[in-house]
Antibody, heavy 121, light 109 residues
Framework: EVQLVESGGGLVQPGRSLRLSCAAS????????MHWVRQAPGKGLEWVSG????????GYADSVKGRFTISRDNAKNSLYLQMNSLRAEDTALYYC??????????????WGQGTLVTVSS | QSVLTQPPSVSGAPGQRVTISCTGS?????????VHWYQQLPGTAPKLLIY???NRPSGVPDRFSGSKSGTSASLAITGLQAEDEADYYC?????????FGTGTKVTVL
């Protein structure tokens, strides 16, 4: 059974940093691209970032480019999101999602339950 | 803001058919990228409903169907059931970056 478990969320002040983690199990992690998708309270889904199976291809939404960094450790079956210079508008539930393919131009076939990030003073 | 536009809400009585549109442009759906659909029940994570424009993952009822034409796509739900009340999102790619639709709330009357 595919499982994605996010952690690392919490309350953080504007301008500070936070690192999210996603522990994956139930599939061959290094065969698939992975993504972070967020959802602000009461709002729709927003893709944040994606990374290919071997970290050779990485992309970011314009809203986070230059502030967030996605990475993965295939030996640890883990995905990460380093979030710097956080803003109030980054407040959201952050989901880890598995891609259906090794590169990242397909679909998100499994999702975690999310970790909540609140940016507030 | 999202580059894929969906109606904010649609509704129907049990047993009826409803459709949700997803309108894009020549840089996303019209560029040949596939469209995928997700269902988000209240308080839960999104679930893949349709992938590759019209394919259903294992376990998704055949009441759900998808199609794509030009710069738009559609999700149809036939034989609407109370358990279908949820938010629905389309998703594609634009200049190799993933994009979601604005989302549609389906209400079962």
């Amino acid at each position: 059974e595919v499982q994605l478990v996010e952690s690392g969320g919490g309350l953080v002040q504007p301008g500070r940093s936070l690192r999210l983690s996603c522990a994956a199990s139930g599939f061959t992690f290094d065969d698939y691209a992975m993504h972070w998708v967020r959802q602000a309270p009461g709002k729709g889904l927003e893709w944040v970032s994606g990374i290919s199976w071997n970290s050779g291809s990485i992309g970011y939404a314009d809203s986070v480019k230059g502030r967030f960094t996605i990475s993965r450790d295939n030996a640890k079956n883990s995905l990460y999101l380093q979030m710097n210079s956080l803003r109030a508008e980054d407040t959201a539930l952050y989901y880890c999602a598995k891609d259906m393919g090794a590169e990242w131009l397909t679909t998100f076939d499994y999702w975690g339950q999310g970790t909540l990030v609140t940016v507030s003073s | 803001q999202s580059v894929l536009t969906q109606p904010p809400s649609v509704s129907g009585a049990p047993g009826q058919r409803v459709t949700i549109s997803c309108t894009g442009s020549s840089s996303n759906i019209g560029a040949g990228y596939d469209v995928h659909w997700y269902q988000q029940l209240p308080g839960t994570a999104p679930k893949l409903l349709i992938y590759g424009n019209s394919n259903r993952p294992s376990g998704v009822p055949d009441r759900f169907s998808g199609s794509k034409s030009g710069t738009s796509a559609s999700l149809a739900i036939t034989g609407l059931q109370a358990e279908d009340e949820a938010d629905y999102y389309c998703q594609s790619y634009d200049s190799s970056l993933a994009v979601f639709g604005t989302g549609t709330k389906v209400t079962v009357l």
